[in-house]
T-cell receptor, first 113, second 113 residues
Framework: KNQVEQSPQSLIILEGKNCTLQCNYTVSPFSNLRWYKQDTGRGPVSLTIMTFSENTKSNGRYTATLDADTKQSSLHITASQLSDSASYICVVSAAQAGTALIFGKGTTLSVSS | DVKVTQSSRYLVKRTGEKVFLECVQDMDHENMFWYRQDPGLGLRLIYFSYDVKMKEKGDIPEGYSVSREKKERFSLILESASTNQTSMYLC????????????FGDGTRLSIL
């Protein structure tokens, strides 16, 4: 069964610290892996999309990694800011016609001052 | 920038009512989606459409229908609203290519009393 598991479920860190969120998946055949950020009361916004051949992709202070062999991805946030407080959702796309997206349940990050 | 606009941010309806949720996108995207988001369950796909007048069932279509008469507009219809349809509803659009992100609206928080 296609599944996406994220850990931890929630995380609290101090402003300025780094953190790493994890995503494990069992999706086949694999097409790409996406990370979204969802602020409270808003829709998700795309951070990165990585295909099978990409190991790392950055978007400002956000760096996503992908290990297609172990079917694991991580999202590293550097020098966290209060505005990073949000839910981070990992989404894996199966290699079918455009719509087979499997969503993780998200990690809720709280950055405190 | 892509903009996906959902007609209402908050909506309160009564059980048995027919409810319409509207979504409009301004980027000429072929694909449009309706999701519901519930705590602990993540995003679940209700219906999607890959062209005008075309629709496909997602994972949880029961109790819902959709309409896509124009490319930019995708409507979600609750035929006879029930309390278990109280949820956050998110609309998204994307180009047809596999490695393109979805763009989400900010959601409609629907309460059925």
């Amino acid at each position: 069964k296609n599944q996406v598991e994220q850990s931890p479920q929630s995380l609290i860190i101090l402003e300025g610290k780094n953190c790493t969120l994890q995503c494990n998946y069992t999706v086949s055949p694999f097409s790409n892996l996406r990370w979204y950020k969802q602020d409270t009361g808003r829709g998700p916004v795309s951070l990165t999309i990585m295909t099978f051949s990409e190991n790392t992709k950055s978007n400002g202070r956000y760096t996503a990694t992908l290990d297609a062999d172990t079917k694991q991805s991580s999202l590293h946030i550097t020098a966290s800011q209060l505005s990073d407080s949000a839910s981070y959702i990992c989404v894996v796309s199966a290699a079918q016609a455009g719509t087979a997206l499997i969503f993780g349940k998200g990690t809720t990050l709280s950055v405190s001052s | 920038d892509v903009k996906v606009t959902q007609s209402s941010r908050y909506l309160v309806k009564r059980t048995g009512e027919k409810v319409f949720l509207e979504c409009v996108q301004d980027m000429d995207h072929e694909n449009m989606f309706w999701y519901r988001q519930d705590p602990g369950l993540g995003l679940r796909l209700i219906y999607f459409s890959y062209d005008v007048k075309m629709k496909e069932k997602g994972d949880i279509p029961e109790g819902y229908s959709v309409s896509r008469e124009k490319k930019e507009r995708f409507s979600l219809i609750l035929e006879s609203a029930s309390t278990n349809q109280t949820s956050m509803y998110l609309c998204a659009s994307s180009p047809p290519l596999l490695n393109q992100p979805q763009h989400f609206g900010d959601g409609t928080r629907l309460s059925i009393l």
